[in-house]
């Protein structure tokens, strides 16, 4: 089985794994960071997504073998402790119901600020259209991307 070394979270890591291997399963069942979620197996719902190289990814559509020298950032990466801006605006804003969804809205809205540091309604409704939420708290994840855009809780 080939190795692979990638850049998770800002430290090298090294796995064996199949090149087709999905990298939502090298990161939960190899690596054991199991803050991004398996929602659809298809890249359609967003509870996988994570960020490589600053850029949104459905982890669950995207093969070890392609990630090469690229930097993965999980939900684990943003802050060790629950306090980068987009965390705590969400748990301000009362945004997790289920909870299910949240990792993956919090990443895709993460990769957004990186590029639109102030951003629209629409950049923020984009960026989150393709994300699956069954408790349907859009329009308070969109208060909390506006509030850790902000720098205000």
């Known amino acids: 089985m080939p190795e692979y070394t990638i ?3 800002g430290q ?3 796995v064996e794994a199949v090149p087709d291997m999905p990298l939502l399963w090298v990161l939960r069942d190899l690596l054991g960071l199991t803050g991004s979620k398996y929602g659809c197996g298809i890249g359609a719902c967003g509870a996988c997504s994570v960020l490589i190289d600053g850029e949104e990814m459905r ?3 995207f093969p070890i073998s392609d990630v090469g020298a690229a930097k993965v950032t999980t939900i684990e990466g943003l802050s060790k402790d ?3 801006p987009l965390q ?3 748990i301000e804003h009362d ?3 289920c909870g299910y969804c949240q990792t993956g809205n919090i990443m895709a809205a993460a990769g957004m600020l990186r590029s639109k540091p102030n951003p629209t309604d629409a950049d923020i409704d984009e960026a989150l259209g393709s994300h699956v939420c069954r ?3 859009y329009t308070r994840m969109r208060e909390a991307i506006k509030a850790a855009a902000r720098g205000v809780k």
Do not use: D, I, L, M
């Open 82 to 84: 629950g306090s980068h």
């Open 95 to 97: 945004v997790p119901q």
């Open 12 to 14: 090298q890591k090294k």
């Open 88 to 90: 705590e605006a969400w």
């Open 7 to 9: 850049n998770v979270n």
């Open 135 to 137: 408790c349907g708290t």
């Open 59 to 61: 982890s669950c559509r």
